[in-house]
């Protein structure tokens, strides 16, 4: 009559729980990445234009805060970076922004020197909210590892630096989704 006796349907998973992968990430995942549990906290896409779109995905473990990037073109390229106060790396640097509309090509930190690879402009956007932000971002790469450092402008006067590494999808298992499915 009511239906109250009838068996509920089971839902399907909004995922394949047999294949999770980096790509599959949603907010309040759980991955393992170096001995540490992170829970995806934030997702993000990037818009660099002609239809070109990478995510990145904030992974949070306490007081450790890094972001995974994810960039698919020919093969697919993962690095994880970790924020870095930018005047640490050249307290110069801003001001050089400012005056010149670029960075140095080559920078020095943590006793590395990195050499200027690309110059980018685009836009980024939180999962879940409606704008667009512009930035511009130049990528480094060490004169002798696979590390990388990121320096990014955000409007007129706000800067970022993020320091990290190219690294391999099996460097992160245990891919669990969250509860709140």
Request: net charge negative.
């Given at each position: 009559?009511?239906?109250?006796?009838?068996?509920?349907?089971?839902e399907?998973?909004?995922?394949?729980?047999?294949?999770?992968?980096?790509?599959s990430?949603?907010?309040g995942?759980?991955v393992?990445?170096?001995f540490?549990?992170?829970?995806?906290?934030k997702?993000?896409?990037?818009?660099?234009?002609?239809?070109?779109?990478?995510?990145?995905?904030?992974?949070?473990?306490?007081?450790?805060?890094?972001?995974?990037?994810i960039?698919?073109?020919d093969e697919?390229?993962?690095?994880?970076?970790?924020?870095v106060?930018?005047?640490q790396?050249?307290?110069?640097?801003?001001?050089q922004?400012?005056m010149?509309?670029?960075?140095f090509?080559?920078?020095?930190?943590?006793?590395?020197?990195?050499?200027?690879?690309?110059?980018?402009?685009?836009?980024?956007?939180?999962?879940?909210?409606?704008?667009?932000e512009?930035?511009i971002c130049?990528?480094?790469m060490?004169?002798?590892?696979?590390?990388?450092?990121?320096?990014?402008?955000?409007?007129?006067?706000?800067f970022e630096?993020?320091h990290?590494k190219?690294?391999?999808?099996?460097?992160?298992i245990?891919?669990?989704?969250s509860g709140a499915?």
């Amino acid at each position: 009559m009511f239906g109250w006796f009838k068996k509920k349907k089971d839902e399907e998973p909004s995922f394949d729980p047999t294949n999770l992968t980096l790509k599959s990430l949603g907010q309040g995942y759980l991955v393992d990445y170096n001995f540490k549990t992170y829970v995806v906290e934030k997702i993000y896409t990037y818009d660099w234009g002609e239809d070109f779109y990478t995510h990145e995905f904030k992974l949070v473990a306490g007081d450790d805060i890094m972001y995974l990037h994810i960039e698919e073109d020919d093969e697919t390229e993962y690095t994880i970076t970790r924020p870095v106060n930018i005047l640490q790396i050249d307290e110069k640097l801003p001001h050089q922004i400012k005056m010149f509309e670029k960075p140095f090509d080559k920078l020095t930190w943590n006793n590395r020197s990195y050499k200027m690879q690309s110059e980018s402009a685009g836009y980024l956007n939180e999962k879940g909210r409606d704008n667009w932000e512009a930035f511009i971002c130049w990528d480094y790469m060490a004169t002798d590892s696979d590390e990388i450092l990121s320096v990014e402008q955000w409007g007129e006067d706000d800067f970022e630096a993020h320091h990290g590494k190219i690294v391999s999808e099996y460097e992160f298992i245990n891919i669990l989704p969250s509860g709140a499915q």
